[in-house]
């Protein structure tokens, strides 16, 4: 049995799965159920200056029948008065004493405004702070949200103050709706942030209903930009954290957030940096009984690979991420299909064709059967038809070209040419 | 997944085809690996382009997806129901190896029932051009040949001996597979681009044939097979001996059939066969059994039709021939059965002819008896026209053409008994090909059916 328990700067908590500040942890019930369940912590949703929210609320994106493999939300923070937030969050923490409970917070850009908000909030005994920096949607109309986490000196500032009267650890909680998350990372760093958490939402508006011609979700015949997340955002938060935790300047804890539904997305994460991980749409979508397979499925993981400690792993594969001109240009991989498992459904063959390289060719085998073939010779490596392939028979495999390793930026500099 | 939902009711109890949920059809659709040149295409005889139907039903285009069906299949909606799809389309899905092809057959069911309901008229005439072409029979041949001779805008007069259109689909095929407003609903598209009817017409002996090579530019043959002839043996005109498509088509018209039973014995293995045993069976008739010269694997029904005989109840003698019906007055009451051994396998004969084995005979009880031994051939009608024929079987070349410059043939009449049941979709297929054929000899052009005459 590995050790699943985290400290993300000194957030301590049994399991690196804590619910994201979000309607699943809009009260006591629901995050005294989510431990219950066996949630490791869990992200208050954001407290502030109570708000009123209007309906509908929230679109799904599903592919075909797959349901929901994005959704977004036009839903704002807490609509629930502070105290009863903050006497809930007390009964809870009571309850279940070694659970992280963090405190997502959202106020005006203004001092005295969040020393009141972090001093009232502490005094009931959090774990620690989200600054919620992120929000897309119609908090960033009033300044706040996005609004702050897009301008990185105000990231810094805000932080400051925080951090000023905080005796818990503080997380800022990035907004991925800039063009780099480093910069926003680092304004929370140089505020004194401990850690920070990444991705919030991203604008989006999930679509338009055919019939009515109304955008979805729909409020009396209208819309606006939502917050984007769910299982079809994770490689961009992914990227994200990859971004931040090769990132000199950044340097201190992640908490990993952005479609993360499974054991093995968790893995993911901390692979590349992440301490811990943060789940919402899946809960939104299933319950909070999937942390069960995530706490099991990661634990086995880790007694499969004889690793102790989820620890362990975080950030063992941040290295092998670099920039594309360190790329190797003389390392080959071609696909090969294994003709027993082919079900010869041609797929492979037409993606080749008309979006690759044409080095797939329908053949007569010497038995009859038609058959699709690789052309070695003329296969670049791209992986597109093994990751269109139906029954997964198609297989990268290395080549040994014979020229020695080098990276554009090495050929380059041996032209006499700068790479930038 | 789950497509059985309730099916619907017909003349004669519940449809065979369940009714389908459009959540059930969209999963399976969405299944669909939309193959590249896909093998359920090139194993079609009509080559519907299944992918492209069922990618259209998975995007919510329905229309889109019946008019795919209905261009390449003029009877896709009969297809869809009495297709050996397990042969054709859904024997070559990729998946098949798995045992869980996609149920394309239900979704050409689907597509095309949307179609029925809709309203919607995909296709139009062409332009006129002035040909006349008289179509013999209407069946899936005739039907087939006439939609695609009026796209391309050739006037076309069928003439049929039945008073409705649709040959045996409209009346051979029992409704619980095949109902009749199916069939009807697809003659009336045809009959809506435009045709001059002449039901209740029998060429050959209400019109002659040469009057229709003299007064027509072109004539396709589309006259199918005529009655189940009779086995030849004594008490054969008693009454409750019946002709199996007759007994079906009585059955289908709700035609005052009285009960079949309580004994009824039905002779032959194909799949008209199948169809007299359960409709005999849903008539009423507690006991319904199958006799046949040769034995189990020898049968020609689609071993789904076995199937679903086995599952209503019918039971089976393999290896008996009649040699005499009995009678109590004017009614059968008995037949007296001869065991059979297999045949010697023989070089001239694709499947032997089995023996009798003297001292053998046994007699059952049965007061309907129904011949399902195959239909007869209209030699005279063939030889009317003045055709080459080899038994009935009028000889075509591969564009259909007879032996008769102006005279194309297709379906049944052209049917060459092989391993193979003939099929509706074979019958589409070649409606459409001798259409093209004909189109071409009159007008010395490739027979392309252009965009602009399919309704957008």
Redesign the interface.
Known sequence: MADLAIDLAGIRSPNPFWLASAPPTNSGYQVMRAFEAGWGGAVWKTLGEPIVNVTSRFGGLDF??TKMIGMNNIELITDRPLEDNLREIEQVKRAFPDRAIVASLMEMPERRRWHELVKAVQAVGVDGFELNFGCPHGMSERGMGSAVGQIPDLVAQTTAWVVEVSRVPVIVKLTPNITDVRHTARGAVEGGAHAVSMINTINSLIGVDLDSWKPIPQVDGQSSHGGYCGPAVKPIALNMVAECARDERVGIPISGIGGIASWQDAVEFMLMGATNVQVCTAVMHHGFGIVEDMIDGLNNYLDGRGIASAGDIVGKSVDRMTTWENLNLAYKVVARIDQDVC?????C??ACEDAAHQCID?VVSSDGRDTVVVDESECVGCNLCAMIC?VDCIHMLEVDTGEPSQSWKQRQALAGLETR | MDLERAPRETSLGPSIHAELSE?DV??EA?RC???????CTRACPTHIDVASFIQKI?TGNLKGSARVIMQANPMGASCARVCPTEDLCEGAC??A?DDRPIRIGDLQRYATDWLVKSGVDLFQPGRATGKNIAIVGSGPAGLSATRELRRLGHAVTIFDANPALGGLNTYGIVPFRLPMDVALWEAQQVLKLGVDVHTGVSVGDDVAPSELIARFDAVILACGMGSVPPLGIPGEDLDGVWDALEFIERAKCGDGIRAPGPSVAVIGAGNTAIDALTCAKRLGAPRVTMYYRRGESDMTAYPFEYDFAKHEGVEFRWYCTPIRMLGEGPMVRAVEFVRTAPGRPSGTLARPLPAAIPGSEFVVEAQTVIRATGQSRLSDLIGGFGLAQSHGIVAVDETLRTSHPKVFAAGDCIFAKGSREAMVVEAAEQGKTAAASAHRMLCQAPAAITQSSVAQ
């Open positions: 075909k029948q079900i010869h459904c041609n797929k063959y037409i329908r139906p | 959540l969209l999963a969405n690996l939309n193959c590249y040149d896909a093998p998975g990729v998946y190896d």
